[in-house]
């Protein structure tokens, strides 16, 4: 992987992100699709992270991994919690929109840090 293929994927996620807030903000349905949103991130989150693991032949779990792990697993359960059907109540609006917030604020970090920094080789 370059850093062209990594600066485009991420600016992509960005448009998603902006999208999700346009369309919800349109149909009135922001946090519902904003739970969508959240669901496909934490899936892409703990994929590449099983796709790492493996490479490693001793792992330790630190406490920053585990936050993370944790963090993840609570927004997805919460976002799949507002697909079934309970996307009208306000604690799950909220995290939702916190799991939104943060995946935002993970993503344009690592935008500014890509283009800050430049990489021969990723990974």
């Excluded at 790492?52 to 406490?63: L, V």
């Excluded at 995946?103 to 890509?114: E, Q």
Aim: net charge positive; glycine share 4%; charged share 10%.
């Amino acid at each position: 992987m370059n850093d062209l293929l990594v600066s485009i994927i991420i600016t992509l996620i960005l448009i998603c992100h902006l999208v999700a807030l346009i369309i919800g903000y349109k149909m009135q349905k922001t946090s519902l699709i904003i739970s969508y949103l959240n669901t496909v991130t934490v899936i892409g989150v703990s994929a590449f992270w099983a796709i790492t693991i493996p490479n490693i032949k001793q792992h330790n779990f630190e406490f920053r991994e585990l936050l993370v792990i944790c963090l993840e697993t609570c927004i997805l359960i919460f976002a799949l919690y507002s697909i079934i059907g309970f996307h009208n109540k306000a604690y799950v609006k909220v995290i939702n929109f916190i799991g939104f917030g943060i995946h935002l604020l993970a993503t344009t970090a690592i935008f500014y840090y890509m283009f800050a920094f430049k990489y021969d080789k990723l990974f």
